[in-house]
């Protein structure tokens, strides 16, 4: 794989991910960013709807033999990157890795999208209280996780949360929760009550992949109200 072009936006949750896959793989990227708000989202003008029909972010493109690639929608470049890279960011075990998966799906499917700007705003504008919904959909989500962790030693020992969420090393669902508690914050969730998560965050924090993939770290990096 060469010439690997992330486009995204440095508060986005999805880009997120994929710039914690990319350094925990050490692979290396050029970043484009794209900005959401900025002229009413430059993710909806043509070039890179191109890129990706839906208008959302990431994208990831890259080179082959002069053809050029793309993919979209975090978990789907996460996957390839963990199968055409030597390191590795799902678990080898089958069920540990269903386990991965299933956790970074809680955020992805069952958080994630509530939280979107464009999901708070049609809310919003319909009515009812974006923010709110918002803010029950990320505090339910965090409550399922913490649930699936305080049951975690009913698990085959492949998949307990030894030390990540899942075994001894970052996996997928670590990915998608870091960004996740990030988001939780801004929406003020008390986040006390989820000890296992917050666990895996100050790791996290620490760890030198997660810290250079962090928001304000990002060369499009602006006020946090923008």
Known sequence: MHDLTLYGYWRSSATWRVRIGLHLLGVGYEYAPVHLVRDGGEQYMDDHIRRNPLGQVPVLTWNVDGQEHR??????????L?????G?????????RA??????????????????????????????DGRGIAREAIRRGLAAMQAECDLAAMLPTSAQP??????????????????????????????SPFPALTRVDALADKHP???VAR???QPDALHPTD
Do not use: H, K
């Open 215 to 217: 928001p304000e770290a």
């Open 162 to 191: 030894r030390t990540w969420l899942v075994g001894d090393s970052p996996t997928i669902a670590d990915i998608c929760l870091i960004p996740q508690l990030y988001n939780a914050r801004r929406f003020d969730i008390d986040l």
């Open 71 to 80: 993919l979209a929608q975090s978990l789907a470049i996460l996957e390839y």
């Open 99 to 128: 386990r991965a998966r299933q956790l970074a799906e809680m955020v992805n499917a069952g958080i994630q999208p509530m939280q979107n700007l464009w999901m708070t705003r049609a809310i919003t504008a319909g009515g009812a």
């Open 209 to 211: 992949a997660f810290r």
């Open 82 to 86: 963990d199968e055409t890279t030597p």
């Open 88 to 96: 590795q960011i799902l678990p080898t075990e089958p069920f540990a």
